[in-house]
């Protein structure tokens, strides 16, 4: 069986040129991936029709899945790539150059009557790598608890002392002598009674009267005057706003997002005011609020819409698309506080947005309703 054998370099390869010659390979690797990304990219720009100048058959949903579990395996594996070339420069960069075995000593040379100059001091040897830390040795048992020491026994009660005995009763003293009654005058004779005299018939019951005839209603009075007609309430939708943008602004959307700015046609009312980005809506009257907003872009994009309430996201006020879409709109009713903040956002998939020139291109509407 033969043996591998490396072909001859003339003249040979110092270590320093394969070190840049394995980064020079990584470098080509990373730019062939970048042109197999950029060829996934244009595959699903076709499969959705977003390629100006360039359209197929209509996609199904069938299709555009597929297409996206392809695109997905293929930067499951470029990931995987991406490790194993990081780790491949890591190692190149960190290799030191080889040193070869140290010479032998020359002869010393013969020292002349006044002693012959100290020759220079050669150069110091590069420093050996550190070695790689040991690992951790294992944590010891622990030790067993020390057995618990018996009680000590209870000492028996003591016995309970003698009831004293109880004192005689004193001797009840006589009762003193009751003066004597007075004699009782004799009663004097009863009167006799009279005789009764005989009871009366009792008379018959009168007869009781017809009722009279209900009186005639009397006249109406005349209708008293009106009162005075009390104060207006407050008009609580005086509170609110409008803005817009309709210059065809070009957006970098980013996946955490990016504010939408709304510098024309704006209707603020004094107790709604807007930052100098005409990004940031602040609200200076509590209340239950109605916030709605259009964006409105030159092509189909797969990122999302939202609102921002005092710098977070809230969720029901968010679009976010599974497939490519030009219009986002939404409407919501929230409770809001005096100094609350509102914003417009676009966030997700990384992309330029141009929001629709000489018309609403994005629109923000604030109206306060309690």
Excluded: C, W
């Excluded at 000492?155 to 003066?179: F, I, K, L, N, Y």
């Excluded at 417009?344 to 629109?363: D, E, I, N, R």
Aim: hydrophobic fraction near 40%; proline fraction near 7%; charged fraction near 5%.
């Amino acid at each position: 069986m033969s043996m591998p054998s490396f072909p001859s370099v003339d003249p040979p390869i110092q270590r320093e040129d394969a070190v840049n010659q394995i980064l020079s390979s990584i470098a080509m690797e990373e730019l062939g991936l970048s042109h197999i990304l950029n060829a996934e990219g244009e595959k699903l720009q076709y499969i959705l029709g977003t390629i100006p100048g360039l359209s197929g058959p209509p996609a199904t949903v069938s299709d555009v899945l597929a297409a996206n579990e392809s695109v997905r395996g293929l930067l499951e594996t470029s990931v995987q790539n991406q490790l194993f070339l990081k780790a491949k420069m890591q190692s190149a960069l960190g290799s030191s150059p080889l040193q070869g075995p140290t010479g032998a000593t020359g002869p010393t040379g013969a020292t002349g009557p006044a002693g012959g100059p100290t020759g220079a001091t050669g150069a110091t040897g590069a420093t050996g790598a550190t070695g790689a830390t040991g690992a951790t040795g294992p944590t010891g048992p622990t030790g067993a608890d020390g057995a618990v020491g018996a009680a000590g026994a209870i000492g028996p009660t003591g016995a309970t002392g003698a009831t004293g005995a109880t004192g005689a009763t004193g001797a009840t003293g006589a009762d003193g002598v009751a003066g004597a009654t007075g004699a009782t005058g004799a009663t004097g004779a009863t009167g006799s009674t009279g005789a009764t005299g005989a009871t009366g018939p009792t008379g018959a019951d009168g007869a009781i009267g017809a009722t009279g005839a209900t009186g005639a209603t009397g006249v109406a009075g005349p209708t008293g005057a009106t009162g005075p007609t009390g104060p207006t309430g407050p008009n609580v939708t005086a509170t609110s706003a409008f803005a817009a943008n309709t210059s065809g602004t070009l957006i970098t959307v980013i996946l955490a997002g990016t504010l939408v700015p709304l510098p024309d046609s704006q209707l603020l009312s004094p107790d709604i005011t807007v930052n100098g980005a005409n990004t940031v809506f602040t609200v200076n009257t509590t209340g239950r609020y109605q916030l709605s907003y259009n964006i409105n872009t030159t092509a189909a994009l797969a990122s999302g819409t939202r609102l921002l309430i005092n710098g977070a996201d809230n969720i029901a006020s968010t679009v976010a698309p599974l497939v490519s879409l030009s219009h986002f709109a939404n409407e919501i009713l929230l409770d809001l506080n005096a100094g609350d903040t509102i914003s417009l956002q676009m966030f997700g998939v990384a992309s330029v947005a141009t929001l629709l020139p000489g018309s609403a291109g994005a629109s923000l509407t604030v109206i306060r309703l309690s």
